[in-house]
């Protein structure tokens, strides 16, 4: 029955209310550790997201050494296929794959072994999906520790850990560029996520140093999506914990939607001019339980399937 009722008052959402450009947002996430899968909210304006599928898993994760799949990214590309990568463990040195054409029925989960070559490597931690429609190339980026990599003390994280971003591309995910640095800054740096808007591609990353204490988002930008200049703006988010940037284009605004993660709960900034941000964590509202992950477009028709 609660089903029933849910199904009914999304389908009279989708009669009665106006989708921007015939898009509706969308939102993928995980809850707790990663355990259960994939999770997708939606929301028609930004800024109130409801859960789908009564706030259950689309996808179990299957492999990995924890089997988790936490931090899922998702982009859909120009034939209408979404992409999604995620972390498949605390400590795994590949990253999770899949791919789905209504976000429901997903292809065989298989595991990209990113940094095989890299003696050493610790982990793979939250990678993210940009495609980048100019070049019909996608470029995949993540957080790894590589022992003795980076041995700046000043620049750990919890553990000991030194984080920088590696990446590769791909254009079919079958075949794959060899695994090089993507954003190496004189901080410990994770959570990296890509916009662009106009003829400017925007990074946004979480400064993870301990100490001092900084878990903040920062910015820095490019002509194209990479060798991004390692000087970063100063936060864009304020005096609290946060990680798991995950930026939208909504209208005139892009937003910057983010984990609050020692308050449980999520948080947003926008801006116009992508110098000038606003607070907007108040005006926000999200499924409960919702953890990093990426917000994105779908049509109409992609989100009336979800539905049913």
Same mark, same amino acid.
């Given at each position: ?9 999304? %389908? ?13 947002? %969308? ?13 997708? #909210? ?6 109130? =997201?409801? #859960? ?5 898993? $689309? ?20 034939? @209408? ?24 029925? =997903? ?7 990113? +940094? ?24 995949? $980026? ?21 984080? !920088? ?27 990296? #996520? ?33 060798? $991004? ?11 609290? =914990? ?15 939607? $983010? ?7 999520? @948080? ?5 001019? %992508? ?7 108040? +005006? ?6 919702? !953890? ?15 539905? !049913?």
């Amino acid at each position: 029955m609660k089903k029933l009722i849910s199904l009914f008052i999304l %389908m009279a959402a989708i009669c009665s209310c106006s989708a921007p450009e015939n898009n509706v947002y %969308m939102f993928s996430y995980f809850t707790e550790n990663g355990q259960d899968g994939l999770h997708l #909210a939606y929301s028609y304006d930004g800024l109130k =997201w409801e #859960a789908l599928n009564d706030a259950e898993s $689309f996808l179990t994760p299957a492999i990995g050494k924890d089997k988790l799949m936490r931090d899922p990214s998702i982009v859909q590309d120009d034939n @209408g296929t979404f992409h999604m990568v995620w972390t498949t463990g605390w400590w795994d040195q590949g990253i999770g794959y899949a791919s789905s054409k209504d976000l429901v029925n =997903w292809s065989e989960q298989k595991n990209i072994p990113v +940094m095989d070559k890299f003696p050493g490597t610790e982990n793979s931690w939250a990678p993210e999906l940009f495609y980048d429609r100019a070049t019909k190339t996608f470029y995949i $980026f993540w957080s790894s520790t590589v022992d003795g990599a980076f041995e700046d003390k000043s620049t750990e994280s919890e553990g000991g850990l030194n984080h !920088r971003q590696y990446y590769v591309t791909t254009k079919d995910f079958e075949t794959f560029s060899e695994t090089e640095l993507y954003f190496a800054p004189d901080f410990c740096v994770i959570d990296g #996520a890509v916009i662009k808007k106009g003829k400017e591609y925007y990074l946004f990353v979480k400064n993870e140093n301990i100490n001092p204490v900084e878990k903040n988002i920062r910015i820095t930008s490019n002509t194209k999506p990479y060798d $991004f200049p390692t000087e970063v703006s100063e936060p864009i988010t304020g005096d609290y =914990w946060a990680e798991g940037p995950a930026p939208l284009q909504v209208g005139e605004y892009v937003y910057v939607y $983010f984990d609050k993660y020692m308050e449980g709960k999520y @948080g947003a900034v926008r801006s116009k001019d %992508m110098k000038t941000w606003e607070d907007v964590s108040d +005006m926000v509202t999200f499924p409960e339980g919702i !953890r990093h992950g990426t917000a994105f477009k779908v049509p109409v028709k992609v989100f009336e399937g979800l539905v !049913r």
